[in-house]
Protein backbone atom coordinates (compact mmCIF):
# COMPACT_ATOMS: atom_id res chain seq x y z
CA UNK A 1 0.00 0.00 0.00
CA UNK A 2 1.30 3.38 -1.03
CA UNK A 3 0.50 7.07 -0.43
CA UNK A 4 2.40 8.59 -3.29
CA UNK A 5 5.01 10.95 -2.78
CA UNK A 6 6.90 8.44 -1.55
CA UNK A 7 5.12 7.36 1.59
CA UNK A 8 5.15 3.23 2.15
CA UNK A 9 3.68 1.76 5.09
CA UNK A 10 3.34 -2.01 5.74
CA UNK A 11 0.74 -1.54 7.79
CA UNK A 12 -3.03 0.33 6.81
CA UNK A 13 -6.39 0.93 7.54
CA UNK A 14 -9.06 2.31 4.38
CA UNK A 15 -12.54 3.23 6.04
CA UNK A 16 -15.34 4.32 3.93
CA UNK A 17 -18.50 5.99 5.49
CA UNK A 18 -21.49 7.69 3.68
CA UNK A 19 -22.44 11.06 4.73
CA UNK A 20 -25.90 12.07 5.78
CA UNK A 21 -24.82 15.86 4.41
CA UNK A 22 -22.22 16.22 1.74
CA UNK A 23 -19.17 17.08 2.83
CA UNK A 24 -19.44 16.86 6.66
CA UNK A 25 -16.87 14.10 7.95
CA UNK A 26 -19.17 11.49 8.57
CA UNK A 27 -16.41 9.72 11.27
CA UNK A 28 -15.95 5.98 10.23
CA UNK A 29 -15.10 3.53 13.13
CA UNK A 30 -12.42 0.59 12.41
CA UNK A 31 -15.88 -1.66 13.72
CA UNK A 32 -18.23 -0.14 11.52
CA UNK A 33 -16.58 0.77 8.67
CA UNK A 34 -13.13 -0.87 7.45
CA UNK A 35 -12.83 -2.60 4.15
CA UNK A 36 -10.52 -5.48 3.51
CA UNK A 37 -8.77 -3.39 0.08
CA UNK A 38 -5.43 -3.90 -1.98
CA UNK A 39 -3.48 -1.77 -4.14
CA UNK A 40 -4.32 1.29 -2.17
CA UNK A 41 -2.92 4.46 -3.37
CA UNK A 42 -3.63 7.73 -2.10
CA UNK A 43 -2.35 11.51 -3.70
CA UNK A 44 -3.29 13.62 -0.74
CA UNK A 45 -2.98 16.68 -2.81
CA UNK A 46 -3.95 16.22 -6.24
CA UNK A 47 -5.51 19.09 -7.52
CA UNK A 48 -4.34 21.86 -5.37
CA UNK A 49 -6.00 25.32 -6.78
CA UNK A 50 -3.49 28.22 -6.14
CA UNK A 51 -4.80 31.85 -6.75
CA UNK A 52 -2.14 34.09 -7.50
CA UNK A 53 -2.52 38.01 -5.74
CA UNK A 54 -0.92 40.86 -8.29
CA UNK A 55 -1.86 43.68 -6.72
CA UNK A 56 -1.36 47.19 -8.16
CA UNK A 57 1.50 47.85 -10.10
CA UNK A 58 3.62 50.71 -8.40
CA UNK A 59 2.48 50.31 -4.60
CA UNK A 60 5.58 49.78 -2.77
CA UNK A 61 3.69 49.15 0.72
CA UNK A 62 2.33 46.29 -0.50
CA UNK A 63 5.56 44.37 -2.11
CA UNK A 64 5.08 40.89 -3.08
CA UNK A 65 2.25 38.76 -1.93
CA UNK A 66 2.48 35.11 -1.69
CA UNK A 67 -0.16 33.24 -3.75
CA UNK A 68 -3.21 31.69 -1.48
CA UNK A 69 -4.96 27.64 -1.76
CA UNK A 70 -8.29 27.15 -2.38
CA UNK A 71 -9.71 24.50 -2.05
CA UNK A 72 -7.57 21.00 -2.31
CA UNK A 73 -8.86 17.92 -3.24
CA UNK A 74 -7.54 14.02 -2.87
CA UNK A 75 -7.67 11.47 -4.58
CA UNK A 76 -7.90 7.62 -3.38
CA UNK A 77 -7.82 4.47 -5.34
CA UNK A 78 -8.56 0.95 -4.25
CA UNK A 79 -9.36 -2.94 -5.25
CA UNK A 80 -11.95 -4.79 -2.63
CA UNK A 81 -12.74 -8.27 -3.41
CA UNK A 82 -16.04 -8.92 -4.75
CA UNK A 83 -17.76 -10.89 -2.25
CA UNK A 84 -21.09 -10.86 -0.06
CA UNK A 85 -20.99 -9.74 3.85
CA UNK A 86 -21.47 -13.47 4.38
CA UNK A 87 -24.81 -12.87 5.87
CA UNK A 88 -28.00 -12.78 3.56
CA UNK A 89 -29.74 -9.34 3.66
CA UNK A 90 -27.03 -7.26 5.00
CA UNK A 91 -25.03 -5.19 2.98
CA UNK A 92 -21.34 -6.43 2.01
CA UNK A 93 -18.35 -3.93 3.87
CA UNK A 94 -17.76 -1.65 0.64
CA UNK A 95 -21.88 -0.75 0.47
CA UNK A 96 -21.08 2.53 1.14
CA UNK A 97 -18.52 2.91 -1.58
CA UNK A 98 -20.73 1.92 -4.37
CA UNK A 99 -23.41 4.37 -3.16
CA UNK A 100 -20.66 6.82 -3.45
CA UNK A 101 -20.66 6.05 -7.17
CA UNK A 102 -23.62 6.47 -7.58
CA UNK A 103 -25.73 3.31 -7.17
CA UNK A 104 -28.60 2.99 -4.92
CA UNK A 105 -28.89 0.09 -2.63
CA UNK A 106 -32.07 -2.20 -2.15
CA UNK A 107 -32.03 -4.46 1.28
CA UNK A 108 -34.67 -7.46 1.70
CA UNK A 109 -33.68 -8.39 5.28
CA UNK A 110 -32.85 -12.39 5.75
CA UNK A 111 -32.68 -12.58 1.85
CA UNK A 112 -30.54 -10.08 -0.72
CA UNK A 113 -29.46 -6.80 -0.81
CA UNK A 114 -29.11 -5.71 -4.57
CA UNK A 115 -27.33 -2.14 -6.30
CA UNK A 116 -28.35 -0.89 -9.56
CA UNK A 117 -27.37 3.06 -11.17
CA UNK A 118 -29.06 5.93 -10.17
CA UNK A 119 -28.18 9.45 -11.42
CA UNK A 120 -27.23 10.84 -7.99
CA UNK A 121 -24.29 9.72 -5.88
CA UNK A 122 -24.04 9.91 -2.34
CA UNK A 123 -21.31 11.26 -0.60
CA UNK A 124 -18.72 9.49 1.85
CA UNK A 125 -16.05 10.23 4.24
CA UNK A 126 -12.93 8.20 3.51
CA UNK A 127 -10.01 7.61 6.79
CA UNK A 128 -6.51 6.41 5.49
CA UNK A 129 -4.51 5.31 8.40
CA UNK A 130 -1.07 4.50 7.65
CA UNK A 131 1.66 2.82 9.88
CA UNK A 132 2.87 1.91 12.36
CA UNK A 133 6.45 3.99 11.11
CA UNK A 134 9.53 2.50 10.84
CA UNK A 135 11.31 4.41 13.44
CA UNK A 136 8.72 4.83 16.31
CA UNK A 137 11.62 7.25 18.22
CA UNK A 138 11.04 9.95 15.60
CA UNK A 139 7.21 9.65 14.30
CA UNK A 140 3.92 8.82 15.89
CA UNK A 141 2.51 5.43 14.95
CA UNK A 142 0.24 5.97 12.99
CA UNK A 143 -0.94 9.25 10.70
CA UNK A 144 -4.46 9.59 9.31
CA UNK A 145 -5.68 11.25 6.39
CA UNK A 146 -9.16 12.43 5.34
CA UNK A 147 -10.76 12.87 2.52
CA UNK A 148 -14.60 14.95 2.71
CA UNK A 149 -17.07 14.75 0.22
CA UNK A 150 -16.08 12.00 -1.65
CA UNK A 151 -17.28 11.13 -5.14
CA UNK A 152 -16.29 8.17 -7.46
CA UNK A 153 -16.15 6.14 -9.97
CA UNK A 154 -16.04 2.03 -10.05
CA UNK A 155 -15.29 -0.96 -12.12
CA UNK A 156 -15.76 -4.88 -12.11
CA UNK A 157 -13.03 -7.02 -13.04
CA UNK A 158 -12.81 -10.38 -13.37
CA UNK A 159 -9.46 -11.77 -12.41
CA UNK A 160 -7.36 -14.40 -13.84
CA UNK A 161 -7.57 -18.33 -13.48
CA UNK A 162 -7.75 -18.73 -9.44
CA UNK A 163 -7.77 -14.77 -9.01
CA UNK A 164 -10.33 -13.38 -7.32
CA UNK A 165 -13.13 -11.07 -9.03
CA UNK A 166 -12.46 -7.47 -7.89
CA UNK A 167 -13.76 -4.12 -7.57
CA UNK A 168 -11.61 -1.49 -9.06
CA UNK A 169 -13.06 2.27 -7.20
CA UNK A 170 -11.52 5.39 -7.44
CA UNK A 171 -12.18 8.21 -5.30
CA UNK A 172 -12.39 12.38 -5.24
CA UNK A 173 -13.01 14.59 -2.33
CA UNK A 174 -12.03 17.26 -0.09
CA UNK A 175 -8.35 17.10 1.48
CA UNK A 176 -8.43 17.34 5.43
CA UNK A 177 -4.85 18.22 6.54
CA UNK A 178 -3.44 14.54 8.02
CA UNK A 179 -3.42 14.26 11.80
CA UNK A 180 -1.06 12.29 13.93
CA UNK A 181 -2.47 9.38 15.91
CA UNK A 182 -2.01 6.66 18.07
CA UNK A 183 -2.41 2.93 18.48
Known amino acids: MAVRGGIIRRSAILLVKSETTPGTDAAPTVAANALVAYEVEMNPRANASVFERKPIVGDAQLGNQTPVSGIVSATISFKVPCAGSGTAGTAPDYGDALLACGT ?22 IWFYTGPAADLTTQPNWKLYKMRGCIGNVKYVVGGNGEPAMWEFEFQGTYVTPVDVSD
Do not use: D, F, R
Open 104 to 125: SETIVGGTSVTYKLTATATTAT
